[in-house]
Nanobody
């Protein structure tokens, strides 16, 4: 069973910073893309940032230049999202997603989601 464990959410004032972490654990053959999406109340889930196994990154246009995603070199299959210059409109539940394969089906790549972590930015 694969699990994505998220940490680092919380509350901060506008202009502040938060760091989110996500680690995938369990029987994992490989991870292709890993990253973060967010969903505000009444809105769809949107891309925040993703990083590939080759460390290529892609950001949502609302966060480009303020957020940075990176692989956690201390942990396998883990990523960190550094969020700076936070705005009230960044308030949302942030979900970690990993596209991965398991040893029992190494050619079948599927998406796995974390439970979500709340980020609240006050003005």
């Amino acid at each position: 069973q694969v699990q994505l464990v998220e940490s680092g959410g919380g509350s901060v004032q506008a202009g502040g910073s938060l760091t989110l972490s996500c680690a995938a654990s369990g029987m994992i053959f490989g991870v292709n893309v890993m990253g973060w999406y967010r969903q505000a109340p009444g809105k769809q889930r949107d891309l925040v940032a993703v990083i590939t196994s080759g460390s290529r990154t892609n950001y949502g246009e609302d966060v480009e230049g303020r957020f940075t995603i990176s692989r956690d070199n201390a942990k396998k299959n883990a990523v960190t999202l550094q969020m700076n210059s936070l705005k009230p409109e960044d308030t949302a539940v942030y979900y970690c997603k990993a596209n991965l394969a398991t040893p029992s089906a190494p050619s079948f790549w599927s998406d796995h989601w974390g439970q979500g972590t709340q980020v609240t930015v006050s003005s």
